[in-house]
């Protein structure tokens, strides 16, 4: 009972079906199909253009990484040129440092040059000024603190004729040869006789000299040395002693 109620239910649907069909303007199918073909073609020519502009945007993408790519790289050259200008700049200070340096090592040359100059000329003119000098002088400067006689026997014997008369010229000459002619004593010092100061004079002046010339010479060493030298009168004649604790 059942299926016969089903399947009459069943045969009314499909006749109701039939039945709109058969009422469907044949118009309005058409407009239907042209719709749909509208809407495909619209489908197609959106897929195609979101190809074509997944394709562009794919380009730009590439674009865009090369141009990133392009920027790193002139960021590294940048950052190249940024150091290498860091390093040529602390060479410039170096260098600028180095030349002050050298500038002022070169006003303290300066100046040191200017000093030795001024000391120079001041030696120059002293050596001028001593140029001037007769021998008597420059010997006196050589031993300032010794005894006239010694000063003098710093002078060439050519040059003593004409600065001394013949007595001092001997009197140096007697100086000079003092412990060669004298004879020690017993104080431990030494003394020539006046009869040794007239031979070794014989001697040296190639003449005979008179006693009178010899006590004239012993004045005269007598006035041109100092407290080491003494003149004494012995039982053998005059005499010049040398005391050694003077």
């Known amino acids: 009972m059942v299926n016969e109620t089903n399947l009459q239910s069943k045969m009314n649907d499909t006749n109701d ?20 073909d509208q809407l ?12 074509t502009l997944t394709h ?3 380009e730009h993408s ?12 002139l960021k590294n050259m940048f950052d190249e ?9 602390s060479r ?24 030795t100059s001024n000391t120079l000329g001041r030696r120059l003119t002293a050596i001028e000024n001593m140029l001037e000098l007769d021998e008597t002088d420059i010997a006196q400067a050589v031993k300032p603190n010794a005894c006239e006689l010694e000063q003098y026997s710093t002078i060439p014997e050519e040059s003593r004729k004409d600065e001394f008369d013949v007595r001092v ?15 020690p004593v017993k104080s431990g010092g030494r003394r020539i006789l006046s009869k040794d100061i007239k031979k070794f004079l014989n001697g040296y002046s190639n003449s005979n000299i008179a006693y009178s010339q010899v006590q004239r010479v012993i004045d ?27």
């Open 17 to 36: 079906t039939n039945n709109a069909l058969e009422n469907i303007d044949t118009s309005d199918i058409s407009s239907l199909i042209q719709r749909v």
């Open 40 to 51: 495909e073609n619209t489908v197609n020519h959106i897929t195609e253009q979101q190809g």
């Open 56 to 58: 562009r945007l794919r």
């Open 62 to 73: 590439q674009s865009l990484e090369n141009v990133n790519e392009t920027i790193d790289e």
């Open 81 to 89: 040129l940024q150091k290498e200008a860091n390093i040529r700049e």
């Open 92 to 115: 410039v200070n170096s260098i600028t440092r180095s030349l002050d340096s050298l500038e002022e090592n070169l006003q303290d040359t300066k100046g040191d040059i200017d000093d």
């Open 169 to 183: 010229q001997r009197a140096i000459a007697v100086y000079e040869h003092f412990h060669d002619i004298s004879t």
């Open 220 to 246: 005269s060493f007598d006035e041109k040395t100092g407290e080491n030298y003494t003149s004494i009168q012995t039982s053998d004649g005059r005499a010049i002693l040398w005391d050694a604790d003077k």
